[in-house]
């Protein structure tokens, strides 16, 4: 009997005291209007539904907390296998990871800096990684 995959929102720290959460496909909408809201205290819209993936800045409504939203949306049986498919999966998490690093970055007041990557590689690295074990159900 297959295991049946359930809606799954998992929070990670970061070293900068936000937290990244992401949510698979199965979430809804409405739970994530439960938990979230933008940071200027208006609803979530349906944009957090509508495209593949949306990675964005909210706020926890539970304690007001910053956190940045990674929602998948549209995933296939077979985006996580091997193949091409797990390319994909590499490329989406690795791009959704650097919207993520940059937000966190822009709203703690830090800078990517040409002259000094290696932080800045290893966080969207650390991201990317939490991602994919939330895809890969790990």
């Not at 998490?93 to 932080?119: F, G, P, R």
Request: glycine share 2%; aromatic share 10%.
């Amino acid at each position: 009997m297959k295991n049946k995959k359930k809606a799954r929102i998992d929070t990670y720290s970061t070293i900068y005291d936000m937290d990244v959460v992401v949510a698979n496909e199965l979430v809804t909408l409405k739970k994530l209007k439960d938990l979230f809201e933008y940071t200027d205290g208006k609803e979530l819209e349906d944009l957090y539904t509508e495209w593949d993936v949306v990675t964005g800045l909210v706020k926890r409504k539970s304690d007001g907390a910053y956190t940045v939203l990674v929602k998948f949306n549209k995933i296939s049986d077979s985006f996580v296998s091997s193949g091409d498919n797990l390319l994909d999966m590499i490329d989406v998490c690795s791009h959704e990871a650097t919207h993520a690093a940059l937000d966190i970055y822009n709203s703690v007041s830090a800078k990517v800096d040409t002259e000094n990557q290696e932080n800045f590689a290893y966080f969207v690295a650390y991201i990317a990684e939490r991602i994919a074990k939330t895809l890969l159900n790990k």
